[in-house]
Nanobody, 126 residues
Framework: QVQLVESGGGSVQAGGSLRLSCLAS????????MGWFRQAPEKEREGVAS???????SYSGSVKGRFTISQDNAKNILYLQMGSLKPEDTAMYYC????????????????????RGQGTQVTVSS
């Protein structure tokens, strides 16, 4: 089992920045693929960004160029640096993890990874 705990959400104005963190614990050998997805009220889960253990990344078109995913493998922490935030970025953000290596549009598969945290709310006002 892998336990994931997100932090760093909050309320910001449009154009602002936030950095989300996700601390992984437990059997972290099962978490060599990690990522972020989000879910806004009455909307489906949306994969945002993905990262493999070797650092290769994948982003959805809606956040590419504004968000950066990174990881500190020594500390088992996943980050999502969010910039130029827009009201449409408002959602609950979740960290997810799974085993294996992904190529291609890996962000699309993040919502289906087997381990996920409880989420952290991001609210962007106009």
């Amino acid at each position: 089992q892998v336990q994931l705990v997100e932090s760093g959400g909050g309320s910001v104005q449009a154009g602002g920045s936030l950095r989300l963190s996700c601390l992984a614990s437990g059997d972290t050998a099962r978490s060599d693929r990690m990522g972020w997805f989000r879910q806004a009220p009455e909307k489906e889960r949306e994969g945002v960004a993905s990262i493999n253990i070797d650092g290769t990344t994948s982003y959805s078109g809606s956040v590419k160029g504004r968000f950066t995913i990174s990881q500190d493998n020594a500390k088992n922490i996943l980050y999502l640096q969010m910039g130029s935030l827009k009201p449409e970025d408002t959602a609950m953000y979740y960290c997810a993890a799974g085993a294996g290596y992904c190529s291609g549009a890996c962000y699309e598969h993040v919502p289906s990874l087997p381990y996920r945290g409880q989420g952290t709310q991001v609210t962007v006002s106009s």
